[in-house]
């Protein structure tokens, strides 16, 4: 009976163990997999910087934007694709347009087609969930263009990550 007891108790280590080490093996093969994920990952990949073809901004300005339109707010303005085209369009009564963008090279060639609306136009460079909790949670816009970038929220930084969390409560 005592070695039937022995036997069963280093039956049941020996288990504990295998699978501590199909957990170990799962968390290497993770790894890995993130790994090889962010050696293929360009600047671009990680931020969402992929811009809207301008087919499909004329069709979401003609769509969204109207005669009554007074201000537009473009929360990841990129280099200002949907700007373009509100002011290649027929809404000359806007009044305010703000865009906001992360990357400062792409904020600067916003800057340049938000200045033909003249001064109630903004470029920001920063975040857009750390601008909207300090800045513009209260603030109401008649439209709200743009096409946001897909990035896992994995990619945030841990500010990133908790001023989104605040913005959408």
Same mark, same amino acid.
């Given at each position: 009976q005592g070695i039937l007891d022995e036997i069963k108790t280093k039956r049941k280590t020996l288990e504990n163990t295998i699978n501590e080490l199909y957990d170990?093996?799962?968390?290497? #093969?993770?790894?890995?997999?993130?790994?090889k994920l962010q050696k293929t990952m360009t600047d671009?990949?990680?931020?969402?910087g992929y811009y809207t073809p301008k087919i499909i901004r004329d069709f979401l300005v003609n769509?969204? !934007?109207?005669?009554?339109?007074?201000?537009?707010?473009?929360?990841?303005?990129?280099?200002g694709g949907f700007f373009e085209t509100v002011f290649d369009g027929e809404y000359k009564k806007i009044?305010?347009? !703000?865009?906001?963008?992360? @990357?400062?090279?792409?904020?600067?060639?916003?800057?340049?087609? !938000?200045?033909?609306?003249? #001064? @109630?136009?903004?470029? !920001? @460079?920063?975040?857009?969930?750390?601008?909207y909790v300090t800045t513009l949670e209260k603030k109401k816009f008649d439209v709200?263009?743009? @096409?946001?970038?897909?990035?896992?929220?994995?990619y945030f930084d841990e500010e990133q990550q908790n001023a989104a969390q605040q913005a959408m409560l």
């Open positions: 170990i093996q799962s968390l290497i #093969k993770y790894a890995d997999w993130i790994m671009q990949k990680l931020r969402g769509w969204a !934007v109207d005669s009554t339109t007074k201000s537009i707010l473009e929360p990841s303005c990129g280099d009044k305010e347009v !703000v865009g906001i963008e992360l @990357n400062p090279e792409e904020a600067k060639k916003a800057e340049k087609i !938000v200045s033909k609306f003249g #001064k @109630n136009s903004t470029i !920001v @460079n920063d975040d857009f969930f750390k601008y709200i263009l743009g @096409n946001p970038p897909f990035i896992r929220y994995q």
